[in-house]
Structures are given as C-alpha cells and as structure tokens.
C-alpha cells in the first residue's frame, strides 16, 4: 500500500489543484519508496529536487491566485508554504553533505505536513477560489 493515498477528504474541490495535489502525494509516495529501499544519496538528492521544484510550482500556482483575487489569508499561508519549501531545502542540503541519515522522521513529517495543509489551509479557500472562476 502506498504510504499516503489520495482519497476525496484530500479534496478541494478544484480540479486543477487536486490534481497537483495527487501528483505531490505521488512524489512524497516515490520518495518514501526509495528511502525504504535505502537507495543511495544521489538518487534521493535528485528525486529531493524534484520534489522541491514541483511542490514550488504549486505553491506558486496557488499563490498566484491568492494575489490576483486579494485572498485575506494569503499571508499565512504563503508562510507555511515557505516554511515546507525550507525545511524540503535543508534536508536536500544535508543530504548533499552526507550528513543525514534518512529516516522515517523525514518521510513522516512530508507526509503530515502535507495532508495537514491541504486539509486545513487549502481547503479554506475552496469558497473563494470557486467564487473567483478558478477551476
Ligand atoms: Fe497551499
């Protein structure tokens, strides 16, 4: 079993971003998948990155929105997704030394923070992005 599954309580009723979402969750999955499997650390630098650059050009995608549409909230939440993007930087720092020892504490903490966010923070600007015509 996958170690975090896409089901409709992760949804946000916005096509467009579920599907960012489930691709996230794919990554996240991918990650976990390889740490497991102890691969080594380029392999896990390369698919950090990718996770990195992905989960930014959601964010983004998110927060383009939020500033077009004057979302109240938006400060807020583009601090928490500052503070993932860090804390997925750090990591890939660290592994970039050779100095971290991949755990479970990391893949768990991708893995909680992200079904945390999208069903706490994301899903209150369900509303709103829908009054706004975003799809
Ligand atoms: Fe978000």
Excluded: C
């Amino acid at each position: 079993m996958a170690f975090l599954n896409w089901t409709e309580s992760l949804s946000v009723k916005i096509n467009s971003i579920d599907e960012q979402h489930k691709k996230l969750i794919e990554l996240i999955n991918g990650f976990y998948e390889q740490v497991s499997h102890r691969t080594n650390d380029e392999n896990i630098s390369i698919l950090l990155k990718g996770m990195k650059d992905y989960t930014q050009m959601h964010f983004d995608y998110e927060e383009k929105y939020m500033k077009q549409f004057n979302y109240p909230d938006y400060p807020s939440h583009k601090k928490e997704h500052d503070f993932f993007i860090s804390k997925v930087a750090e990591v890939e720092e660290k592994v970039k030394k050779g100095k971290v020892v991949l755990s479970f504490e990391i893949t768990s903490f991708l893995k909680d923070w992200i079904k945390n966010h999208i069903q706490g923070s994301d899903k209150k600007y369900t509303a709103f992005f829908i009054k706004n015509g975003i799809k």
